[in-house]
Structure formats: C-alpha cells, structure tokens
C-alpha cells in the first residue's frame, strides 16, 4: 500500500523529542518537514531579538534532521497561501501540527484546516506546547480561573501526559520541494547588536537537554531560595529553549516530577500554563489590561524617562544593570524583570503596554503568554489579587538581592569602585566617596530619574481613585 505524505508543520516546535505531530506522522507515513515564516499573521510578529535566535535554532534544527537523512523546507510568507501549493507539490494528503496560541495564529489555523479538510487533506493537531491544553484546566461551565492559587490547586489534580518517544529513525518523502536557505529568511538584524547574544547562548536540542539535567542535578535542591539571585546559578534558563520549543516542558515535568526538590520548580512551570489559559480566554492579554477599570487610567507618557528606563540610565543601578543585561543577552533573570518593570509602571507611571513591546523586541525568550501576563501582574491591572500598593522600592530590592552589588557591577561598570554600602544607591554617596571611586554623578552616572518616595505617593494617589471608583 502507498505510503501517506504527512507535511509537519513546524512553528515553536523544533526539536525530536516529546514533539506528537512528529512522531505521529512517522508512525503513519512519510514526513515532509515544513517551516513558514510568517512576518505578520501572528498577534504580534516576531521581536528582533527572538528573530535572531530562531535563526539559530534552525540552523541547529536542520543539523539534526539533515542527520537523519531529513530536511527542513523553509518558506517565507502567508501559510494559507503557501501551504495549499506545497500540498500540490509534494502529493501529501496529511497535515499535521502541534497547536500555537497565539490568538490569530491559531483562529487562522482553524481556517486553514477547515479548507485543507474540504480538499480531503487530513488534518491533525497536537499538544506540543504546555503541560495540558489551555482549555481543561478551567473552573464549572468552562470558566477560566483568574487567581493563581485556585489554578495550581486545580491543575494539581489531573494528570500531565506522558511525553511522546523522540523520532529516531529516518522517514522522510522525497520531494521536488526547493525552498529557502535560512540566510534567505532575512531573520538576523541589520544594525551590529547580537555580539553577546553570540558569546552566550548555545542553540540545539542536546544543549539544551544537557543544561536541564545539569540544573537538576546541581541547583534544583536550592531553587526555592536561590532563584532570586540575579545569576544563573539559581534558576534554569530554560525559557528561550520553551519559547521556540527547543525543549518540552512536559518532558522537563516528567524528568522531575519524582524528585523531592521539584515542587517551587513545578510550580513556576504551572504558572507558565496559566499563562497561556489566562490568553486563550482572553485573547487581548497583550494589549489590554484584563482590569476594565484601567481603560480610564491616566498614565504618563514621558518618552525621555522612558528612554532613560530602555538604555538602562535611570539612575537606579539595580534596574539600570537589568535593563542593560537585557540589551546585551536578550534574557533577564525573573526577579529584575519585576523590578525593572515595576520601576517602569508605578515609579514612572508609563503604560504597561509600552514595557511589553520593549521586551518583546528584546526579549530572546519573549513568549506572548508569559510576557503579557508578567506586565499585567507587575501593573496590577487584573491578574491575580495582587495589591495594587506593592510598589517594589529598587534600591531595597536590590540590596535584599544584589547584596554586594557583584550583578551591578558586571552590567553597570563605571559604578565597580563603589562600595557595597552606596552601590545600590549611588545618589547617597558623600561626595569623597564618589570621588575615590571617580565617579561624576551626572556625567559619569545619572542622578535618578524620579524621587523614589514621592514617585511611590504619586502611583498609589492614581491606583487608590481606580480602586475607588
Ligand atoms: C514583566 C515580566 C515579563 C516576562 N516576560 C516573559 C517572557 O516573555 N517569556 C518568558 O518565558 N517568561 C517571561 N516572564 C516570566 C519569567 O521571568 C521567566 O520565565 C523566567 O525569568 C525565565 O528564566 P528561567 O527559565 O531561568 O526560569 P526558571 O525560574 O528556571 O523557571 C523555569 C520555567 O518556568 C516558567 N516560569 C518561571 N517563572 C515564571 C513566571 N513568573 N511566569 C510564567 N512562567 C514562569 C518559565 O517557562 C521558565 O523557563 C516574565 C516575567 C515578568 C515579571
């Protein structure tokens, strides 16, 4: 019997491992791998410090298949006109496709799949992304949770599937197919800003397997007190390897979910199934605070602080070293990114949206879920009961987390002579101090931007009339 053509089409999915429309269409037929990159038929296209890392994982992921005698065929443009024609090109009679959800990507997959079906092609979707789909773990009558807690307790008591045996044999159609190069994809930036992004992340499936297994073995035991130190030596960096699905998060709960040590781990992969349960019912996430009361809210739009907060020279080391380490790697460690946008939100006044679009664009782990929800739960516009008055104080937070200021230091250089008493908030420092250290306040370093403590009256005086009203 003729053998069945199966187009895999893949999108953050790129790995062997624990990927189901994979592995489902090598159990069936032969695969036709498939990439379209689409600059817009997503929510939200694709940031430029991402683009650049998926160029990099798919040079690695074209390794891996080109090893098993396979090859990813590479398009740019709009899949709903591209996939009918690779379809007639290459005879297939199946599609399959671990789901996005990313609202428009996955209404307009819905489309795509209710033509190809008219057209006899068959259609299969997976789960690939999250430990459970968006839509099972949901309160009475469908109801999404909007409190964490309630969530977690709930998610805890179902099953997560097991994950799917990575594809080890070769199965791939041959085709008439051409294609792209990845060069040709046009991903990577014209202006010279990935230097240390090069110098730091290590692209690939192994890698990335290889760096979770060293994570549990040495750090997972002291992850929940540790993973607020801004170094890598308390929390995984897993994230930019999930936000492409170099790496399954299922397979990442099931490797741990016996170790005693796993369950503040667990927990924070739960929060990141939250996250995309909180987007698939509320589509507008990115953009719109879930709080309507906020759709009032008088925000300031002052485009020097805010340029002051991107480029890391608000005069506050800890969110300035954050917003720096942001710049020059495309990741920050979860405890700077609440610091950086707290400052930004409360201290600073400015719209929530604006710090999401900045990550976005620089952000290699950016992940629309994730991002749009860390924003509103740092603003206080909806997600969870948090209270409105935690206005994180930078200069606190950073000698509670910074204690010697060895993370300012390496991201902040021109404040490394300063002592440990004055680097969390150079603006104290006597005058012969500073000067020891040769430090010009603003010349050298800025003076801060707001006044912390009148910057704190001011949001709590706007955030007390939304509460009110
Ligand atoms: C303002 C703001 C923006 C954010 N934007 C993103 C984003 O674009 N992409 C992204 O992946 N995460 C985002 N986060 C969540 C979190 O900061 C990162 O997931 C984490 O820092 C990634 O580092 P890690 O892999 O070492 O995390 P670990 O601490 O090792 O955690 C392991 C994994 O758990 C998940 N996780 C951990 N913390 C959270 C959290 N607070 N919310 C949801 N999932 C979590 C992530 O998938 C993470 O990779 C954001 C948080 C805030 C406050």
Redesign the pocket.
């Known amino acids: 019997m003729k053998k069945s053509r199966i187009i895999v089409l893949f999108r953050n999915d790129f790995r062997l491992h624990d990927n189901p429309a994979l592995y489902e269409a090598s159990r069936t037929g032969e695969i036709i791998p498939v990439y379209i990159h689409e600059s817009t038929n997503h929510t939200k296209s694709m940031g430029g410090a991402q683009k650049w890392w998926l160029h990099q994982c798919l040079l690695s992921f074209q390794t891996s298949l080109e090893n098993m005698n396979g090859r990813l065929y590479l398009f740019n443009g709009n899949a709903e006109v591209l996939l009918p024609e690779i379809i007639e090109t290459t005879e297939a009679d199946a599609v399959y496709w671990n789901r996005c959800y990313d609202p428009k990507t996955y209404r307009r997959d819905l489309k795509i799949a209710a033509l190809l079906i008219e057209e006899n092609i068959q259609i299969k979707s997976f789960e690939g992304r999250l430990l459970r789909p968006p839509w099972e773990v949901v309160k009475e009558e469908k109801v999404p949770y909007r409190v964490f807690s309630a969530f977690y307790k709930a998610f805890l008591k179902e099953e997560v599937p097991k994950p799917f045996p990575a594809l080890k044999e070769s199965v791939f159609a041959e085709t008439d197919l051409k294609g792209e190069t990845i060069s040709s994809l046009g991903l990577l930036p014209k202006m010279n800003w990935t230097k240390t992004m090069e110098e730091t992340w290590m692209p690939g499936e192994n890698h990335a397997i290889e760096q979770f297994k060293d ?1 549990c073995e040495t750090k997972l035991a002291r ?1 929940h007190e540790a ?1 607020d130190i801004p170094f ?1 030596e ?10 492409l699905g170099i790496m399954s ?1 299922r397979s ?1 709960y099931h490797y741990l979910k016996n170790n005693p040590h796993s369950s503040a ?1 667990i927990r ?2 739960i ?2 199934d ?2 995309y349960q909180l987007l698939f019912h509320f589509p507008d996430l990115h953009g719109i605070s879930l709080d309507e009361r906020f759709t009032s809210f008088e925000w300031r739009i002052d485009e020097a602080d805010f340029d002051a907060w991107k480029h890391g020279r608000t005069g506050f080391p800890i969110v300035d070293a954050g917003m720096r380490e942001l710049w020059a790697t495309g ?5 700077v ?2 610091i ?2 707290s400052f930004l939100v409360k201290d600073l006044l400015i719209p ?1 949206q604006k ?2 679009e900045w ?2 664009d620089t ?1 290699i ?11 509103q ?2 603003a206080g516009t909806g997600i969870d009961p948090a209270p409105y008055f935690r206005i994180f104080n930078p200069v606190l937070q950073s000698e509670k987390f910074d204690k010697d200021g060895r993370y300012i230091k390496k991201w902040v250089p021109e404040l490394k002579s300063l002592p440990a008493k004055y680097i969390h908030d150079p603006s104290k420092a006597p005058d012969h101090v500073l000067q020891e250290a040769g430090i010009e306040l603003g010349t050298d370093y800025p003076f801060p931007i707001v006044d912390h403590k009148a910057a704190r009256k001011r949001a709590l005086e706007h955030y007390g009339q939304i509460k009110k009203g």
């Open positions: 994570f992850y993973r890598p308390g929390f995984s960096v897993m994230s930019p390897y999930l936000a998060v990442m781990y924070q992969l929060w990141r939250y996250a990741y920050l460690p979860n405890r990114r609440m950086a946008a929530w710090g999401e990550f976005w952000l782990d950016a992940d629309i879920a994730n991002n749009s929800m860390g924003w739960w740092v």
